[in-house]
């Protein structure tokens, strides 16, 4: 089956532009993840949705940063005012949202901010 | 969170097998010891899991000290798509984020 999809694969924007990125889970996954890589760096999580729960942002690094997921199933990762840190490789995740469960990683997102 | 210690690096040549050891002294009595690779220019894929008994799948086996404080991934024979970084990963189960260290690089050569 389908697994995540992510889009776009690169965007470039400019210092201080807000971006949106996008993802769409494994059809019937509850959960769904975000994390980013800055270059040479390790995988950092930000945030997370369960079901209809509210979501964890334990791990959103400004409020710049907000992510939604509507019906459930796909969900936009949006950052305002972007900055150069910003830049990094954006990755969404999903899992079935039972016990010991397995995350599926999309692509990512490459967001490269000049 | 349970705190991890992966080599930086290993090397293997190819068709051999390799043992990627991890320390997790301090893992809770109900995390379950993941283990994902990143492949370059890709996202994590998960590899195996496992809580206290040793474990086989496709990809690997997984084999877990009796005090639980480590664990090994051991690849049966490496191929040059193996070459990945390789993360151990303390994890309690349902809803919840994976915490990432820094993982193991695995260069694979002819």
């Known amino acids: 089956g389908a697994g995540v999809s992510q889009s776009p694969s690169n965007k470039v924007t400019e210092k201080g532009k807000d971006v949106e990125l996008r993802c769409d889970p494994i059809s019937g996954h509850t959960a769904l993840y975000w994390y980013r890589q800055s270059l040479g760096q390790g995988l950092e999580f930000l945030i997370y949705f369960q079901g209809n729960s509210a979501p964890d942002k334990s791990g959103l690094p400004s409020d710049r940063f907000s992510a939604e997921r509507t019906g459930g199933s796909v969900s936009t990762l949006t950052i305002q005012r972007t900055q150069q840190e910003d830049s990094a490789v954006y990755l969404c995740?999903?899992?079935?949202?039972?016990?010991?469960?397995?995350?599926?990683f999309g692509p990512g997102t490459r967001l490269l901010v000049l | 969170d349970a705190k991890t210690t992966q080599p930086n690096s290993m090397e293997s040549n190819e068709e051999e097998p390799v043992h990627l050891p991890c320390n997790h002294s301090t893992i809770s009595g109900t995390d379950y010891i993941h283990w994902y690779r990143q492949l370059p220019s890709q996202g994590p894929e998960y590899v195996i899991h496992g809580l206290t008994s040793n474990v086989n799948n496709r990809m690997a086996s997984l084999a877990i000290a009796e005090d639980r404080k480590s664990s090994t991934l051991i690849l049966h024979r490496a191929t040059l798509r193996d070459a990945a970084v390789y993360y151990c990963?303390?994890?309690?189960?349902?809803?919840?984020?994976?915490?990432f260290g820094t993982g193991t690089r695995l260069q694979v050569t002819l």
């Open positions: 995740a999903s899992s079935p949202g039972v016990w010991v469960e397995t995350q599926y």
């Open positions: 990963i303390p994890f309690t189960g349902t809803a919840s984020k994976l915490t």
